[in-house]
Structure formats: structure tokens, C-alpha cells
């Protein structure tokens, strides 16, 4: 499997982006799909998943803003980030897992301005 992301960019306090992740090859094996974030100087965290049968799970700094969703076919991945903070400034990545295999895209950098 192979992630693709895209989206990310500066944007002032307040305001709004959509990351995208697009996934290629066994997709049919993908069970759950997800992004992490990191900051720097800060470990990787995890910020939304989603499995195949809809469970969605987000980290406590980014419910209410932040909603993950996922085609059926669990071809693409999108982050939907709202009312973001000069704290949400981190490296992007999405994540899948299927079958003890797990998979990671490149990041994308979202910069939010104070």
C-alpha cells in the first residue's frame, strides 16, 4: 500500500484546511486508516482514526475541530481541520494498517499563524 498526502500550508489562526491521503495498491487489505502529527521538538501522535466499518477515534487537543472521513473503498482519507490553532502546526501523515502490516505516507506540513 501506498499513501499519498497533500494539503497542508499556512493559514492564520481560526481558520480552516483539508489534508487528503490518497492510498494505492492493496487497498483491499486496509482496515483502519488515520493521521499523526508531529511537531517539532515532539514525539508523533495520533490525531483521528477511522476504520473500515466507520469507528472514528480523535485525540482529546482536536475533537469538535477536527473530522476524519474515508470513501468506501478506502481509496482516500481527508482531514477536515477547523478553528485551528498555532498549536496544530506539526508534519501531517497519514497512516494505514490491514493484516499486521502497517503503512505510512510522506508528511505535509500545516503552519497555523497566531
Known amino acids: 500500500v501506498q499513501l499519498q498526502a497533500s494539503g497542508g500550508g499556512l493559514v492564520q489562526a481560526g481558520g480552516s484546511l483539508r489534508l487528503s491521503c490518497t492510498a494505492s495498491?492493496?487497498?483491499?487489505?486496509?482496515?483502519?486508516m488515520g493521521w499523526h502529527r508531529q511537531a517539532p521538538g515532539k514525539q508523533r501522535e495520533l490525531v483521528a482514526t477511522r476504520t473500515k466499518g466507520g469507528a472514528t477515534l480523535y485525540a482529546d487537543s482536536v475533537k469538535g475541530r477536527f473530522t476524519i472521513s474515508i470513501d468506501n473503498f478506502m481509496h482516500r482519507l481527508y482531514l477536515q481541520m477547523d478553528s485551528l490553532k498555532p498549536e496544530d502546526t506539526a508534519v501531517y501523515y497519514c497512516?494505514?494498517?490491514?493484516?499486521?502490516?502497517?503503512?505510512w505516507g510522506q508528511g505535509t506540513l500545516v503552519t497555523v499563524s497566531s
Open positions: 497512516n494505514a494498517n490491514g493484516r499486521a502490516r502497517e503503512y
Open positions: 495498491g492493496n487497498i483491499f487489505s486496509i482496515a483502519v
